[in-house]
């Protein structure tokens, strides 16, 4: 039995959301009586958040599934000055076109996971810049920041951290903390916003923002933070051996996206399951308790309900067939990542090195001669040992490219053009 009693609470205690609540018992009746408002903030540091994010994302979605409305909070204002939680040095300041555009794309993606309206549960996307921008300054100070302790910032975690390197942190960063605890109390007072949720780094901050409520008058806040989540073996959530695992379409395909949650470590499966899909959890029950080579079709069904939520079931089930296609038939699919090649380069003659480069399978000429070296290469599926051979037009197949590929499951389609 949960210990409960709203919807809302009890699917996240299931599922694996819960690390911190500052208020349990508070927070559950709050949840059981009314609908609530709550938020999670998103800093646009780039173009498209990545898989890390999709926990939050998936917090607010089972916020308005049971009932409730949840905010997005674009950091137009925050953005500005960059949250330093745990970070090693300060963030490279962006201009307020960058961040106005990293917004603007960042946004397309929320809409496959929330219902935005006018309704009382109808989700809200608001920008911070829209308070922050215009303060004051010296009335801020007065109004605000003398309800901020400089003892007890310095004794938050993550502000400790940096400290205890001797790496230094900027008056500019400090101000972050002060900025998001005014964004709890001004959504409190725009949209009735009763809770803030965020990982577990963003604990100090959202404390900050129910203090200073309690010293403006607000009715009570609340806080809820998520595990920092790594795989098993220990590497972070949203990255990958070629980076970043974004969520926008134009900068990682669903076949890609795809292929990052079939290889979940074994390990890792049940966990995903329950946080990544909306999969009943005694289907998930079931689905966990597979073992040997049925976990590999585990996985298959984490990658398709997982790319379906951000890609449309559709292109999920292409994904889905691509991979089998080339994995189980060695069959060549258009829907496999491709590069355009100047069809002049390949008259002349392609470095495979350079190739292998330029279609993304490694980072330098280096590292792509020990994959050669390693026979981890092939072109159109034969091994190729020779790093100074060249890709010409004799290499392009009756279907107008050539399949390049790294290991098993890495696979580019290089098209004349």
Do not use: C
Request: proline content about 3%; cysteine-free.
């Amino acid at each position: 039995m949960s210990r409960f009693k709203s919807d809302f609470l009890r699917t996240l205690d299931e599922r694996g959301f819960l690390h911190q609540i500052s208020d349990e018992s508070g927070l559950d009746e709050l949840f059981s009586k009314e609908v609530v408002t709550a938020y999670i903030g998103f800093d646009p540091t780039a173009p498209s958040l990545h898989a890390g994010s999709l926990i939050q994302i998936m917090m607010l979605h089972w916020m308005q599934k049971t009932g409730h409305r949840p905010i997005s909070l674009m950091g137009g204002g925050t953005g500005m000055v960059g949250d330093p939680s745990f970070k090693d040095e300060a963030r490279q300041l962006m201009t307020i076109d960058t961040i106005e555009s990293n917004i603007a794309s960042i946004k397309r993606v929320f809409s496959n996971y929330l219902n935005y309206g006018d309704g009382k549960t109808g989700a809200l996307m608001i920008n911070n810049g829209d308070w922050l921008r215009g303060l004051n300054y010296l009335e801020f100070l007065r109004d605000v920041g003398r309800h901020f302790s400089v003892n007890r910032m310095l004794s938050f975690e993550s502000v400790k951290t940096r400290l205890d390197r001797e790496q230094s942190l900027s008056f500019l960063e400090f101000n972050y903390m002060i900025l998001q605890a005014y964004d709890f109390v001004e959504l409190n007072k725009r949209y009735d916003v009763r809770l803030q949720m965020g990982g577990s780094d963003q604990w100090g901050n959202i404390i900050n923002g129910i203090d200073l409520g309690h010293r403006m008058g607000t009715p009570q806040l609340y806080a809820l933070t998520s595990p920092l989540l790594t795989t098993s073996s220990g590497a972070k959530m949203g990255k990958s051996a070629n980076g970043a695992v974004w969520l926008n379409p134009d900068m990682l395909t669903a076949y890609d996206f795809w292929q990052y949650w079939r290889n979940t470590e074994d390990a890792d499966v049940s966990r995903f399951l329950k946080l990544y899909t909306t999969l009943p959890m005694d289907e998930i029950k079931h689905l966990s308790e597979l073992g040997g080579s049925e976990i590999n079709e585990v996985k298959k069904i984490l990658a398709t309900e997982v790319t379906a939520f951000l890609h449309g079931r559709t292109a999920a089930e292409e994904a889905a067939e691509t991979a089998r296609k080339t994995f189980e038939e060695g069959a060549v699919s258009e829907n496999l990542p491709s590069i355009d090649v100047p069809s002049a380069e390949f008259e002349a003659g392609i470095g495979l090195l350079s190739l292998i480069v330029r279609a993304g399978l490694a980072s330098s000429n280096g590292e792509a001669r020990r994959h050669v070296q390693g026979g981890a290469v092939r072109i159109n599926d034969q091994p190729v040992s020779d790093e100074r051979r060249l890709i010409g037009t004799g290499d392009v197949t009756s279907d107008g490219l050539v399949k390049l590929s790294l290991g098993k499951k890495k696979h580019i389609l290089v098209r004349p053009a």
